[in-house]
Structure formats: structure tokens, C-alpha cells
């Protein structure tokens, strides 16, 4: 019996043994997968060659658009030019196949290739996307347009590699739009490219703006005006330039929050005792109170999914964030963590809120909706207003690192940090059109 | 199950995983990948709900000539501006001299704080000698906090000044209120020293 007692240990331990050892081996092939899946496309830029209008060189500004707007995504690795065998510029049509087995070795997965024209007033990017391994043409299209919108086209270009490759919508066409102060009384609403490019004020009352907020189909804004002397919701129609309003209760009518359909806004109104949380149909209407009682609940979220919405609340004795169902019910508390916690967004995809959390200074962290995963993104100067990209990818916020307060965006890890804004006086409360 | 069944369960177990990651495991990524799709999915909503690029909604172009076959129109509409309207002056610093005084706050707070009822107690006087005038109270927050959650907190304080005010024996009919949220700094600076002045209840006379 205790010999046979023995040789069962000796079993049991060789297969703890082993299972030791295969846990140890899938822990490392687990991680060569996870690396694996976050290993990017390579991909390198060609052509692009001289093309000078007014005075610009075209071709320059479409590759450093290009390049930047394929970085920007994440999903690519656009191998620096001075590292390619040949000298990219000069790379025209029909020449691009002898250079794939140069590209092939260097494990360059594809070849985006430009070329500029004009046509009268127009500037053509005829643009072709190549496999290199296989040598085939991904596609190839013709983009054309007056010359203002050329760093739209490039922006289009870089959307159609995206989405060819991943099956995912680009954001190079996508726009934010926030609140530039141009003095101290005049704070108008602006909209500039995600880059930082073209800034355009879109109000131009004077008074104080905030707030602004895009529709899902990216046709409208609402946003809060002070134009007529009390903070209105106003709704800009983009097509016909219309403003329409759409709550002007004495007092706040302030934050709004689209739902994920378009349909409905929830706002906050200080109409009665405190100030509380409302849904208004898009069309207009009387808006039905989410929230009731003499506290502040403020800066509303949908869930993609629409059933939810998350807001910052000061019903707990400080600013935190809370989470309820569309008709109100279900409140729960998701945050614990310093006594400052505001402006919330859930993220398209339903799996992160992005907030403004006071730890060590205004940062910007992100909370699992079941109030798990708390992670700090940001650490350099006040930082506030986050506001997702529409893929979920990115996150423009505002911070005070440079002094005043300017519009920045990073990844949804908290990496590359960036300055868009440098002009005006004060830059804040971003929006990121779908 | 005795001990030895068990421990053939977990040695078959073992085994099978083993197969399972040997088998599964896929071959290294190759430049030839076809589709290069190794990032995320790409489902068939994913793809419906983007933007169809072969066959673009043709945005307006604001040129004489009509788009080639085969060819993609890049445009866009210019943005609405908006028309411009008499600048406002609510919420600007009233010049000094008013005869109202400010009344000031803690951080994250609307009550009246003792050592302010003194200067919201000559206000009161002053209404209660000028029967005919009118008055709005604007609620102002220091520069800490996000701008949405400061409008309804300068909101409770115009109201908490407001209600102090009517129960000193003003009617409410007298007294607006607005929030101006952190939008309209009294004093610019960026620590307490300007804070101080920005947390607070502002006087305007609307009506003499």
C-alpha cells in the first residue's frame, strides 16, 4: 500500500508537472497571439511626386497628410521613406511592380501609390493601393475636387485604405467640433478637421456657446447659446443652416446628449429646485424629466445601445458619475474615487466611459460601465471634456498643459498626445463628429 | 470519481490542450497575407454601416463640370455661419460703483456664508429703498471643474442668493437669475488668489 501510495505521488507530481509546463508554454503562445494581433499593417507611400499650385507643393502636403493620417489610426506602420530602397517621390504609375520583391524583404505588407493632376480648377489624386506579396491591386480610384478640399481627398484616400484593410470606417474624414473664446465675451463654436486643419466658427453671436453636441447622422449640432440673453438649446441643420430652438426654459437648458438613433436629446434644465435630466424628441416637444430632486445631474450619455445613459451627479454629496436606465430607473454609482468626477462619455462600442477624474490634478480616466477597470490616462497639466472618435479609437479632450486651454486628442490608451489647437484665446469642450 | 480516474481525466486533459495549442496554433504572419485583415473583425454590419466608397453619395460640387465615370467628386458643403447679433453685455464685470455687492463662495458650494450676509443685508436695503427696481443675480464658479457641471452649480448659487434675498423680504417678481457657469471670470489667475473672486453671486441691476 505505501509503495503504491509512493509511485501515485510520483504520477501526481509528473503531471503537475506537465501541466505546469503546458500552462507556462500557452502563457507564452498566448502572449505571441496577442502580440500578433497587434502587430500593424506595414505599409509604405510612393509618388506624391512635385505639383505646385499656388505656390505649395501638393505632392509634399498629400504624402505628410497621408502618412499622418494612416499613423493616426493605429492599425498602420508607414515605413519611413529614407528607410525604402528607392527614392518614393519619384515612383510613377506602371513602375511600381519591380520595387514589390525590394518591399517583399523588407516585410512592407503594401504600396500606396499618388499621383497629382489638374483639370481646370480641379485637382485630381489618382491613388492605387497594392499588395505587395501578391503584386495585385487592392483598388484604384480617381479622387477629384476644387483645390481647397485638397486635404479632404487625401483624408477620402486614407479612409478607402482603412476600410479596404480592416473593414473598419476611417476617421480622416471625421470633424470636432468645440468652443474657441475669441475674447472674454465672445465664445463661439468652431469646427475644424480631426487634425486640427480648417477651423470655421459656426455662430457668430457673440455671447457665450457651449456645449456642442453632433447628431449620430453628423447633419446636425445642438449646442447651448447664450444669444438671447438666457442658455438656450439651440440645433444647427448643417444642410439648410437653419437654427432652430428647441428648449428655452428660463434658466439652463444646457450638456445635451444625443441618442444613438437620433431621435431624442437628453439635456439638463434647472426649471423647479435643482438642476435635472430631461429627454426632448430631435423634433421638439415636452420634455420628460429622467431625474427629480434638488441636486445637480448634468452631461448625459447615451449607451450605444440606447437603453442607457451615464451623467455626473452631485447627489452623493460631490461631483461623481451614475449610470441609469433611458426612463430613469436603475441609478446606480460608478465611481468612488476622488471627490471630483465629471463629464462622462460611454464609448461607441459600449465597453469603456471616458471621464474627468480628479487624481493628483483634472485627468482624463476611463471606468468599465459595471464601475470596474479604472485606468488614468493622462498625468501633464488639467485635463477635461474627453469626447470619443466615432471608431472609439482616439480621444479628443481639453487640457491646460500649455497654459490656457487648447483642444488635444490621443489614442484610447492615453498614448501620442496632441496639440490641435493654437489659436484664440481659450479651446474647449470638444466633440467629435461620426 | 476515484483519485486515479481523476488524475487520468487531468493527464488526458493535459494532453488535449497540448493538441489543442499545437494544432491551433497559427502560422506566422507572412507579408503575402491576402486581405492583410489581421486587425479586428471586419463583420458584414461593420462593413454595411461604413461609408460605401466605391459608389459615393455625391456631395454637390460647387464646379461647372459634371463628375467622369469612374471618377470620385471630393467636396463639401460650406459651413452655416451665423449672422451677427448685438453682442450682449450680461455677464460682463459691471463697472464699479455699482451699489450691489458681489457675495462669494466656498468650492463646490451654495450656501450663503456668514461673513457675506453683511453685504447681502445692505443689498436688501438697497432694494427695499428703491421699490421699483429690478435686479438679476448671476451665479459664477472659479475655474476648477468642467464647464457643464459649473453652469447648474452657478445656478445654485444665483438661486441660493436669490432665496436669501426674498427671505429678507424682496418679491421673487424683482429678482432674475442667471448662471454664467465659468464662462464669465471675474479676475483671471489660475489659484485661489483669483478663485476667491470668481466664486460668486453678482449683482446687475436690470430695471431702476
Redesign the interface.
Known amino acids: 500500500m505505501r509503495q503504491r501510495g509512493g509511485w501515485?505521488r510520483v504520477?501526481?507530481a509528473l503531471?503537475v508537472l506537465?501541466?505546469l509546463v503546458?500552462t507556462a508554454?500557452?502563457q507564452v503562445?498566448d502572449r505571441e497571439l496577442r502580440e500578433?494581433?497587434v502587430?500593424?499593417?506595414?505599409i509604405a507611400l510612393a509618388g506624391f511626386g512635385p505639383f505646385a499650385l499656388n505656390g505649395e507643393d501638393l505632392g509634399k502636403l498629400g504624402a505628410s497628410v497621408l502618412a499622418a493620417d494612416l499613423r493616426f489610426t493605429t492599425?498602420f506602420d508607414v515605413i519611413d521613406p529614407t528607410a525604402l530602397p528607392f527614392e518614393p517621390r519619384s515612383v510613377q504609375f506602371d513602375q511600381e511592380r519591380p520595387l514589390f520583391p525590394g518591399l517583399?524583404s523588407l516585410?512592407?505588407?503594401?504600396l500606396a501609390l499618388g499621383q497629382l493632376s489638374s483639370?481646370?480648377?480641379?485637382v485630381i489624386l489618382e491613388a492605387r493601393l497594392f499588395?505587395?506579396?501578391?503584386g495585385n491591386m487592392v483598388f484604384g480610384?480617381?479622387?477629384?475636387?476644387?483645390p481647397k478640399?485638397f486635404r479632404?481627398?487625401v483624408h477620402?484616400f486614407a479612409?478607402?485604405i482603412m476600410?479596404?484593410?480592416?473593414?473598419?470606417?476611417g476617421v480622416a474624414q471625421s470633424r470636432i467640433a468645440y468652443v474657441s473664446a475669441l475674447n472674454?465675451?465672445?465664445?463661439e463654436i468652431f469646427?475644424m478637421d480631426y487634425d486640427g486643419a480648417n477651423p470655421?466658427?459656426?455662430?457668430?453671436?457673440?455671447?457665450?456657446n457651449?456645449?456642442p453636441r453632433w447628431s449620430p447622422d453628423g447633419r446636425l449640432i445642438a449646442y447651448?447659446s447664450?444669444?438671447n440673453?438666457?442658455?438656450d438649446l439651440f440645433l444647427?441643420?448643417?444642410?439648410s443652416?437653419r437654427?432652430d430652438t428647441l428648449s428655452a426654459q428660463?434658466?439652463?437648458n444646457?450638456?445635451p446628449g444625443w441618442s444613438p438613433d437620433g431621435q431624442w436629446l437628453a439635456f439638463?434644465m434647472?426649471a423647479g429646485g435643482?438642476?435635472n435630466l430631461y429627454l426632448i424628441p430631435r423634433a421638439g416637444g415636452t420634455p420628460k424629466a429622467l431625474t427629480v430632486g434638488p441636486n445637480?445631474?448634468?452631461?448625459p450619455s447615451f449607451s450605444p445601445s440606447g437603453n442607457q445613459i451615464v451623467f455626473?451627479s452631485?447627489r452623493g454629496g460631490?461631483?461623481q458619475i451614475y449610470v441609469m436606465d433611458v426612463d430613469g430607473t436603475n441609478l446606480r454609482r460608478l465611481t468612488f474615487r476622488g471627490n471630483?468626477n465629471?463629464?462622462p462619455r460611454w464609448s461607441p462600442r459600449g465597453e469603456k466611459i471616458v471621464f474627468?477624474c480628479q487624481l493628483a490634478g483634472?485627468q482624463i480616466c476611463l471606468i468599465n460601465p459595471d464601475g470596474g477597470g479604472l485606468q488614468q490616462l493622462t498625468t501633464q497639466g488639467g485635463n477635461?471634456?474627453p469626447a470619443w472618435s466615432p471608431d472609439g479609437r482616439h480621444i479628443a479632450f481639453t487640457s491646460?498643459r500649455m497654459g490656457r486651454r487648447d483642444i488635444f486628442v490621443m489614442h484610447a490608451d492615453g498614448t501620442e498626445q496632441t496639440r490641435l489647437t493654437f489659436t484664440g484665446q481659450d479651446n474647449?469642450?470638444p466633440d467629435w463628429s461620426p | 470519481m476515484t483519485p486515479k480516474t481523476g488524475m487520468r481525466t487531468a493527464f488526458a486533459a493535459t494532453v488535449l490542450v497540448v493538441c489543442v495549442f499545437l494544432l491551433g496554433c497559427p502560422k506566422r504572419p507572412g507579408v503575402t497575407q491576402a486581405g492583410g485583415g489581421a486587425i479586428g473583425p471586419s463583420s458584414a454590419a461593420e462593413a454595411s454601416s461604413a461609408a460605401p466608397t466605391a459608389t459615393p453619395a455625391a456631395p454637390r460640387v460647387p464646379t461647372a463640370s459634371a463628375p467622369r465615370v469612374g471618377e470620385t467628386p471630393v467636396a463639401r458643403p460650406p459651413l452655416p455661419a451665423e449672422a451677427r447679433v448685438q453682442p450682449s453685455a450680461a455677464g460682463v464685470p459691471a463697472p464699479t460703483g455699482s451699489p450691489l455687492k458681489d457675495v462669494f463662495f466656498e468650492f463646490d458650494k451654495s450656501d450663503i456664508r456668514d461673513d457675506q450676509k453683511a453685504a447681502l443685508n445692505e443689498n436688501v436695503g438697497w432694494l427695499k429703498a428703491n421699490v421699483r427696481a429690478k435686479i438679476s443675480i448671476e451665479g459664477h464658479c472659479d475655474e476648477r471643474g468642467t464647464p457643464e457641471y459649473n453652469l447648474a452649480l452657478g445656478e445654485r448659487r444665483a438661486k441660493a442668493v436669490k432665496e436669501y434675498v426674498v427671505g429678507a423680504g424682496i418679491v421673487p417678481d424683482r429678482i432674475a437669475t442667471i448662471s454664467y457657469g465659468k464662462e464669465r471670470p471675474f479676475v483671471l489667475g489660475h489659484d485661489e488668489s483669483a478663485w476667491k473672486w470668481n466664486r460668486r453671486g453678482h449683482f446687475v441691476i436690470s430695471e431702476k
Open positions: 501515485a504520477v501526481a503531471i506537465a501541466a503546458t508554454w500557452a503562445i500578433r494581433v502587430q500593424k499593417i506595414t492599425v517583399n516585410k512592407i505588407q503594401y483639370r481646370g480648377r480641379e499588395e505587395v506579396g501578391s480610384k480617381r479622387y477629384v475636387g476644387d478640399f479632404l481627398i477620402r479612409d478607402d476600410f479596404n484593410l480592416t473593414g473598419e470606417k472674454r465675451t465672445a465664445k469646427v470655421v466658427a459656426v455662430t457668430g453671436n457673440q455671447s457665450i457651449l456645449s447651448t447664450y444669444r440673453g438666457n442658455p444647427l441643420n448643417f444642410d443652416g437654427r428660463r434658466g439652463l444646457a450638456s439638463a434647472s435643482g438642476t445637480i445631474s448634468v452631461s455626473n452631485d460631490t461631483p471630483y465629471s463629464s474627468m483634472n477635461e471634456d491646460t474647449y469642450l
